[in-house]
């Protein structure tokens, strides 16, 4: 695509430069007060790449769409800086390296067509190593649960994070199960691609995206429930995009869970919790109710509301593990304390993403003067849930 296309396609142009309303909403910006969305655009508009092919947000945007939310014209940034990103390999990040090199070597074996799940590729299999005799699993059926890279993420956490995200799962698996419903597991499923798309490694992605549909095919799931959020839209709406129309539906768990939520019944715990709405699900699928339903019925407490909240709430500085400096570390302690003040002392997500950046970084941020515990929701409710 040459430059006037991409200016066109991301009606670029678009951007007036107005009152600045997508600077205080990006994580970046915010953090580093310089890298804002509107000197990308002028840079680009006034030399092309040549001249906004060195600006920082090519390296540290998280993809979080907060500048779209904010934005009176809706300009598009992450999907602009997605494609300057395409075929560059010079802004590779630090934090993502083992992540993103993994999703790599899972797309190079799909290219090949090697079968993953028995050989290279341990952490397809030790996804679902928390799996327990109680997890009632199907090898077909109308019903998937695409798991995502959990394992990955247990990988990289170490025990930083209390449950483990082998447990989101089990939790997951255990939930569907108490709505009489046993989810296909399938046998080769690899990472949705998300991250190296956003990467713009876009061949890796198309890799991952036609194993992964193939792996659906096989299974004739029509529906499939995702633990990630960005599973879920890339599944639903990037797979569609890039690969065409799907023969299947993609629900984020809470949503599906949410809908049968008189089904099941819960003990309540003490805890005071509030929802942080992850990038994904409130921006991107546009969901910020399910999870809430969920919580409301969780603890004696009603959930309380942060300040920034739903569409508007921050990127939590994941992304595509694309840049973990001081900017994510602030943003993460910036949630937190902002938690502590609305009275909370737990915060919820329902993005495994959120959770484990919150638990890497948050150690080493100033809210620790603040004693606010992060929970997964899928993990939480399944704990709950009465026998
Ligand atoms: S991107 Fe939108 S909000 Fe930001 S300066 Fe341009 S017009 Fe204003
Ligand atoms: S997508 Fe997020 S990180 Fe990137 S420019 Fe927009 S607000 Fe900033």
């Known amino acids: 695509m040459n430059e006037k296309e991409l200016v066109a396609k991301y009606h670029i142009e678009d951007c007036t430069r107005c009152k600045n309303e997508c600077a205080p909403a990006c994580p970046v910006f915010r953090h580093y007060g310089t890298n804002h969305p509107q000197h990308l655009a002028k840079k680009f508009l006034a030399g092309g790449e040549r001249e906004a092919g060195d600006h920082g947000l090519i390296r540290t945007c998280v993809t979080c769409a907060a500048c779209t939310e904010a934005c009176p014209f809706k300009v598009p940034f992450a999907d602009f800086i997605r494609e300057l990103r395409t075929g560059r390999t010079d802004y590779h990040p630090v934090f993502g390296g083992i992540i993103q090199q993994y999703q790599r070597t899972q797309a190079l074996g799909a290219q090949k067509g090697a079968k993953g799940a028995k050989g290279a590729l341990p952490a397809s299999r030790a996804r679902l190593s928390r799996l327990d005799a109680s997890s009632r699993v199907a090898k077909e059926g109308e019903i998937a649960l695409f798991t995502g890279c959990l394992a990955l993420f247990d990988a990289v956490s170490g025990p930083s994070c209390?449950?483990?995200?082998?447990?989101?799962?089990?939790?997951?698996?255990?939930?569907?199960?108490?709505?009489?419903?046993?989810?296909?597991?399938?046998?080769?499923?690899?990472?949705?691609?998300?991250?190296?798309?956003?990467?713009?490694?876009?061949?890796?992605?198309?890799?991952?995206?036609?194993?992964?549909?193939?792996?659906?095919?096989?299974?004739?799931?029509?529906?499939?429930?995702?633990?990630?959020?960005?599973?879920?839209?890339?599944?639903?709406?990037?797979?569609?995009?890039?690969?065409?129309?799907?023969?299947?539906?993609?629900?984020?768990?809470?949503?599906?869970?949410?809908?049968?939520?008189?089904?099941?019944?819960?003990?309540?715990?003490?805890?005071?919790?509030?929802?942080?709405?992850?990038?994904?699900?409130?921006?991107?699928?546009?969901?910020?109710?399910?999870?809430?339903?969920?919580?409301?019925?969780?603890?004696?407490?009603?959930?309380?509301?942060?300040?920034?909240?739903?569409?508007?709430?921050?990127?939590?500085?994941?992304?595509?593990?694309?840049?973990?400096?001081?900017?994510?570390?602030?943003?993460?302690?910036?949630?937190?304390?902002?938690?502590?003040?609305?009275?909370?002392?737990?915060?919820?997500?329902?993005?495994?993403?959120?959770?484990?950046?919150?638990?890497?970084?948050?150690?080493?941020?100033?809210?620790?003067?603040s004693p606010v515990t992060v929970r997964d929701l899928i993990t939480l409710a399944a704990s709950r849930l009465e026998e």
């Open 162 to 369: 209390e449950q483990g995200f082998g447990d989101m799962a089990r939790s997951a698996v255990k939930l569907l199960n108490a709505l009489g419903v046993s989810p296909v597991i399938l046998d080769d499923e690899r990472c949705c691609g998300r991250d190296l798309y956003d990467l713009g490694e876009r061949e890796a992605f198309m890799a991952l995206a036609r194993h992964n549909a193939g792996e659906i095919a096989k299974s004739k799931a029509r529906t499939i429930l995702t633990i990630c959020p960005e599973c879920a839209f890339t599944l639903k709406d990037t797979y569609a995009k890039e690969l065409g129309p799907q023969p299947f539906e993609v629900r984020h768990i809470t949503e599906f869970v949410a809908e049968n939520l008189e089904a099941l019944g819960f003990r309540r715990g003490g805890e005071k919790p509030a929802f942080h709405d992850p990038c994904y699900l409130c921006r991107r699928l546009g969901e910020s109710e399910a999870p809430r339903k969920i919580l409301e019925r969780l603890s004696v407490a009603k959930p309380v509301e942060l300040e920034r909240r739903g569409r508007s709430a921050p990127c939590c500085g994941a992304g595509s593990w694309v840049d973990h400096g001081p900017h994510t570390r602030a943003a993460v302690s910036e949630r937190l304390m902002e938690a502590h003040r609305c009275g909370a002392d737990t915060l919820v997500t329902a993005c495994p993403k959120c959770t484990l950046l919150y638990h890497e970084v948050s150690p080493d941020c100033s809210w620790k003067q």
